[in-house]
């Protein structure tokens, strides 16, 4: 069985795939974890700084005194001695409680001064403590937007005091003016923490995937060795040509006896395949014989079916008044498209084009049985509408397989090209003048055969000038399907036939449509059968 059969190199075997796949995903899962944890531990701290902050800050209003800010209007609306006990009062608050900075700001003609503030034990001791009515010239943005709108904000910026997480609390007074309360932390100090919270996660993450990975390698080489095995196995038997080996098909079963996971029931599976795997390739054996019968039959039924159509062109080299050639390519094997033609005098041409319902074996009985109705009917019929009512009698009658079959059929007078015609529910024909218009024949009432044996069916007349062609066809060609579902269409037919008057045989124009039809769907599969008849009249 292996006779020919290159066996690819496993360069990179299950456990190793399982085992990269494993640390990847512990990596990812370490990672995400330390991810989460270091971003619950770090909203928990910043909630808890603006919480500090906050407090601060509602602290802070209640430790101005009360209509200190209705009295600011301008650089010597406090005196320097007020101004100095409030600051340190906010000082030794600010001390107390961690916080780096305490204040109030107001704003005068667009531009931010601070109205109180306190101090670090530094700035005291060097004396730079900020004095009242100090313009703030690098105030940040949210500042300015929490004068604007009255809402409280947190911020994190740097300036020339240092780098801060701060609060702004709007406060209006009873004199309608806005004056806004702040705090500041260090972000140093919230940075430190942050990043102790950091080492935290990241050391948990590696622990996590230590001990995942430990867990891991023993799963994997629990779940691969056996499957080793199982494939030492296959090969083996593969090798024997499928023939079984009792100490194998033991080790097999206790792998299957041993394990209650998916590798016992592959263990399992693999013991049951071998022993129906004979049985099997008997019966394909015997289906395989069978096969290339049923596609000899078939393929003898295709000629006889073609056989039945005529295939002789030039149809009537003996004439020069009529150019005849038709094309038939069904589906399958076999199909239900039909076309036929005969001489029923010396000056009449009698021609059908039909396409019966389904595809396959019925459909192409079907169709022998209407050609065969319809030349055998042309002889005797007085007019096309009493043809189509004589065949569409015949074919209802007993039709167990319910099936029918949409047909245009008509009588050419090679005298004056003047035809007779009926159809029955069919694909109307295109008329190719010899100057290049190109028209479609008005359809007669009429519906398809096979149906109701009391069906009417009328025809019309049309006449052909010498030169003029009548092309037919059935919806194997209108219905022609690209891989992207899209028709070919009657109205691609119409714009090929309009560059085909000056073709000089029916043969041109039949052969130049089909290839047209094949360019535009491309590599799709054919889905339905293909007839093109085209009858030239030359006069």
């Known amino acids: 069985m292996n006779d020919g059969v290159r066996r690819r190199p ?295 079916q073609i056989g039945m159509v005529p295939r002789q062109f030039p149809a009537f080299p003996e004439r020069q008044d009529i150019d005849i050639h038709a094309l038939l390519e069904p589906a399958k094997e076999v199909g239900g498209d039909l076309y036929n033609y005969a001489m029923i005098d010396e000056h009449r041409l009698f021609f059908v084009i039909g396409d019966v319902s389904g595809k396959g074996v019925p459909a192409a009985l079907f169709m022998a049985m209407t050609s065969t109705l319809f030349k055998a009917a042309s002889m005797t019929a007085k007019d096309t509408a009493a043809l189509m009512a004589r065949v569409n009698a015949e074919l209802s009658r007993d039709n167990v397989a319910n099936l029918f079959v949409t047909a245009f059929c008509g009588i050419i007078d090679l005298r004056d090209g003047s035809i007779e015609y009926s159809d029955a529910g069919h694909e109307a024909p295109f008329l190719l003048r010899a100057d290049g218009r190109v028209s479609r024949l008005p359809k007669p009432e009429g519906m398809a055969l096979g149906i109701f044996d009391d069906a009417d069916f009328a025809s019309a007349t049309v006449r052909l000038a010498p030169g003029d062609a009548l092309i037919m066809f059935t919806d194997g060609v209108s219905e022609a399907t690209t891989a992207n579902e899209e028709l070919f269409a009657v109205e691609r037919i119409e714009a090929a036939l309009a560059g085909l008057a000056k073709t000089p045989s029916a043969k041109g124009i039949a052969t130049d449509l089909a290839e047209r039809v094949n360019i535009f769907v491309g590599d799709a599969p054919q889905f339905d059968d293909i007839a093109i008849l085209v009858v030239r009249y030359r006069g």
């Open 10 to 304: 496993r360069r990179f075997g299950l456990r190793p795939q399982l085992l990269l796949l494993l640390f990847a995903l512990n990596i990812v899962a370490a990672i995400a974890y330390s991810t989460m944890l270091y971003s619950i531990d770090r909203r928990e701290i910043v909630a808890g700084i603006d919480y500090k902050l906050e407090t601060a800050v509602n602290a802070t209003h209640e430790l101005i005194p009360v209509g200190y800010h209705r009295r600011v209007h301008g650089p010597g609306s406090i005196s320097p001695a007020e101004f100095d006990r409030v600051q340190d009062k906010l000082s030794r608050f600010a001390t107390a409680s961690d916080i780096i900075y305490v204040y109030s700001y107001m704003r005068f003609n667009g531009r931010i001064h601070t109205v109180a503030t306190s101090a670090t034990a530094s700035e005291i001791k060097a004396g730079k403590q900020t004095r009242f009515f100090t313009r703030y010239d690098t105030a940040p943005a949210k500042l300015y937007q929490s004068f604007a709108d009255g809402q409280i904000r947190f911020d994190e910026y740097e300036d020339s005091f240092g780098s801060f997480r701060s609060i702004y609390m709007p406060v209006r007074s009873p004199d309608g003016r806005i004056h806004v309360l702040g705090a500041d932390i260090d972000l140093a100090s919230l940075d430190e923490r942050l990043m102790e919270a950091l080492l935290t996660s990241i050391l948990v993450g590696v622990g996590m995937f230590v001990l995942s990975m430990l867990v891991g390698t023993l799963l994997v080489n629990r779940i691969v060795g056996p499957l080793v095995r199982l494939t030492s196995y296959t090969r083996s038997i593969e090798e024997r040509s499928f023939q079984s080996n009792e100490q194998e098909l033991a080790a097999m079963q206790k792998i299957s006896g041993s394990r209650g996971d998916e590798v016992g029931s592959l263990a399992e599976a693999m013991s049951g395949m071998i022993s129906r795997l004979q049985r099997y390739l008997i019966e394909m054996q015997v289906a395989t014989a069978a096969r290339e019968r049923v596609e000899g039959e078939l393929s003898a039924a295709r000629d006889i």
